[in-house]
């Protein structure tokens, strides 16, 4: 099955006053059909301008971005504007026009696409049903909260009828539990009408609960890329592993050097195999960072362990780990 979109050996270069600064740097990645597909990266990424490269708001500097077998760069202004009309996009900042009510928010799009205005406003009142505001349709921009302005932006995509979703930091502005809300929809929206969802994001968090896929884009390049279990299980690039890693903090002084991150996965997380583990081997281990993460609705727990100092234990206790099914990863210079 070809993807709905494919980035070929992606540039962009742009030009400040004597210099040029280069953005994105030979990034190649396909996104399938129904994919919900984050692009993670630290603040000047990349990410974002690579998410307004998949729909040519800027255009690249060279390679191709092909979508739905449109290779974006080979079509005239006026086929532009129509494939634009598959792909909607999201912002951190709503981009509602405030001198409008939410209902005639939501219609906008389709006035330009000339549908008559009472077929308009049924189809609007329908979208805002579908993101829970149908109450708020006669409401204005300045009544409404943050995660009610993103609702409204969400039905005004919806009113286009895309095939693909951009969401560029859509949910930035918002409080940990408005986010989980407008994820939450946007997985529905996902699972009901099958559109491809990309989402650009700098927090980790939004991934493990959403997303399918996950890109990881640092300075210009593309770092790694895979599903997120596997990207959260064996991160293998410094910049997945400094994503993923967050919030553990490096110890200043311990004995033992040698520590293993290891990943609990639904199977394994009710079995006592840390306990088990220390029985077996009759040495006692750190357990120096543990977390809990949802990942697309599933536990999944990590630990870091500080292993004893003698060689032949040590190994014992590693092969103990992989033999009671878990993801196992040596950390270097975790302690210091």
């Known amino acids: 099955m070809d993807p709905i979109i494919r980035i070929e050996h992606l540039d962009k270069e742009f030009r400040l006053k004597d210099m040029n600064v280069q953005a994105l740097h030979d990034v190649n990645l396909d996104i399938n059909k129904g994919d919900i597909y984050g692009i993670i990266g630290m603040s000047g990424a990349g990410k974002s301008t690579l998410v307004r490269c998949l729909n040519f708001l800027e255009r690249p500097s060279g390679g191709r971005v092909v979508v739905d077998g449109k290779d974006l760069k080979a079509l005239s202004e006026k086929e532009l504007r129509e494939t634009r009309k598959d792909i909607g996009m999201i912002f951190q900042h709503f981009n509602l026009l405030m001198q409008r009510n939410v209902i005639d928010n939501v219609c906008f799009p389709m006035e330009i696409a000339g549908i008559r205005k009472n077929e308009a406003r049924k189809k609007a009142m329908e979208y805002l049903e579908i993101v829970g505001l149908k109450e708020k349709a006669k409401a204005y921009p300045a009544q409404l909260s943050g995660g009610q302005k993103q609702r409204v932006a969400i039905a005004r995509v919806l009113a286009s009828d895309?095939?693909?979703?951009?969401?560029?930091?859509?949910?930035?502005?918002?409080?940990?539990?408005?986010?989980?809300?407008?994820?939450?929809?946007?997985?529905?929206?996902?699972?009901?009408?099958?559109?491809?969802?990309?989402?650009?994001?700098?927090?980790?968090?939004?991934?493990?609960?959403?997303?399918?896929?996950?890109?990881?884009?640092?300075?210009?390049?593309?770092?790694?890329?895979?599903?997120?279990?596997?990207?959260?299980?064996?991160?293998?690039?410094?910049?997945?592993?400094?994503?993923?890693?967050?919030?553990?903090?490096?110890?200043?002084?311990?004995?033992?050097?040698?520590?293993?991150?290891?990943?609990?996965?639904?199977n394994s997380s009710f079995e006592p195999v840390i306990g088990n583990m220390v029985l077996a081997c009759k040495t006692p281990v750190n357990i120096l960072y543990a977390n809990t993460r949802d990942l697309d609705g599933v536990a999944q727990g990590e630990m870091v362990l500080q292993l004893p100092e003698d060689t032949e234990i040590a190994d014992k206790m590693i092969a103990y780990l992989k033999g009671a099914r878990l993801s196992v990863e040596e950390l270097e210079d975790y302690v210091g």
């Open 162 to 266: 895309p095939k693909i979703l951009l969401c560029d930091e859509a949910t930035s502005a918002l409080d940990p539990q408005t986010t989980k809300s407008i994820l939450q929809l946007l997985k529905e929206i996902n699972r009901k009408y099958g559109i491809t969802i990309v989402i650009i994001t700098h927090e980790m968090a939004v991934v493990q609960e959403i997303c399918t896929h996950v890109a990881i884009i640092d300075k210009g390049k593309l770092a790694e890329h895979g599903t997120v279990e596997e990207i959260f299980q064996s991160p293998k690039s410094k910049e997945a592993k400094k994503l993923i890693y967050q919030g553990m903090e490096r110890i200043a002084e311990m004995k033992g050097k040698r520590c293993v991150r290891i990943v609990f996965t639904e």
